[in-house]
């Protein structure tokens, strides 16, 4: 049985994967296999890193790109409005088109049989061994508090929702799609036909148009009734952390974190966007929560090269200027 990790990436995000393939090495350690799965044609330096690592293969099959993509587009096209309003602000067919590629690690023809998928803008600092575990009795494992806040997954304001899905599965199954641990296979073309079927008579209008591969995702596992095994749920308090860059109070023990003495097994930079990354990698001094860490993961390898700050830095989230305030006051802008 093949087990490994699959992230998804572009030069965009460059200094991101490095940093999170260099965790997986510390942390996971160099015999698990990852697979990089190419956003788009971007990846000029995404190929030049992984030519350095044994255990990291670039996944830039166009075949099954292309099955999952043409797959996203029917999703929604039976979506009430979504491709008109994408249209209307300048992008030809579905939003983010290659954040979908992730699907890919579901298709009959990928590489691991069992396996763990995380965003590039995560820092692995355990061992993926309860994961793997959790696999054994479930196909869909995560590791998220997402299921306290529906609002980015699905429309809420849909009377359809509550048809659906119950307000207990809504309450308990929602997830993350920055981690989650499956199985190749479980949505056979079959299946992805039925679940088409389901969004073309009226369904599509639950889906979460700001997020949409997240929502997809999401309604794809609980309309096809895959049980959704959380471990924020399942453990006991006194084993479960956090996971999310916006918890302030995690300890930093020899460059792994530590919530309230439990070691996280990943850490989430959400809601930072790759171009702060970017940017201090190339010396600009801005802050964010979790910055040292981050910058040890990154340049693991070659600490020669990591920036070196002297002066206080920046708050990489601008305050509004006093203009921006009036402005916003005055509803002129957002």
């Not at 591969?213 to 959380?230: C, E, K, T």
Request: include cysteine; aromatic fraction near 12%; hydrophobic fraction near 35%.
């Amino acid at each position: 049985m093949t087990e490994g990790i699959y992230t998804l990436a572009n030069d965009a995000v460059y200094d991101q994967l490095v940093a999170l393939l260099n965790s997986i090495e510390v942390n996971v350690g160099l015999e698990t296999p990852v697979q990089v799965i190419a956003y788009d044609d971007r990846i000029e330096k995404v190929r030049a890193e992984i030519k350095k690592r044994k255990n990291v293969e670039l996944f830039d099959d166009k075949e099954i790109f292309a099955r999952w993509e043409d797959f996203s587009l029917e999703v929604w096209k039976a979506h009430p409005y979504a491709l008109k309003v994408w249209q209307e602000n300048g992008i030809q067919g579905v939003n983010r088109i290659g954040m979908n590629r992730r699907y890919c690690a579901f298709d009959s023809d990928s590489p691991f049989e069992r396996f763990a998928y995380f965003d590039a803008d995560v820092l692995i600092l355990n061992s993926l061994g309860s994961i793997f575990n959790a696999l054994n009795q479930n196909d869909f494992v995560v590791y998220d508090f997402q299921y306290k806040n529906i609002s980015h997954i699905y429309n809420k304001k849909s009377p359809k929702l509550p048809e659906i899905f119950d307000r207990s599965r809504l309450e308990t199954e929602i997830f993350c799609a920055g981690f989650y641990a499956s199985k190749r296979g479980i949505f056979s073309s079959e299946q992805r036909e039925r679940l088409l079927s389901h969004l073309q008579t009226g369904e599509a209008e639950v889906l979460f148009m700001p997020a949409p591969n997240q929502s997809v995702l999401n309604y794809m596992v609980m309309r096809s009734g895959i049980p959704v095994y959380n471990l924020a749920l399942q453990l006991p308090e006194s084993e479960k952390t956090g996971n999310a860059v916006k918890s302030s109070h995690f300890e930093n023990r020899d460059n792994v974190l530590y919530d309230k003495g439990r070691r996280l097994t990943y850490l989430h930079y959400i809601g930072i966007s790759s171009k702060i990354f970017s940017r201090v990698c190339k010396g600009e001094n801005l802050d964010f929560p979790y910055r040292d860490i981050f910058l040890y993961y990154r340049y693991l390898h070659e600490p020669e090269n990591q920036p070196q700050f002297t002066t206080k830095p920046k708050p990489y989230q601008q305050p509004p200027s006093l203009t921006t305030k009036i402005l916003r006051k005055l509803k002129l802008v957002r």
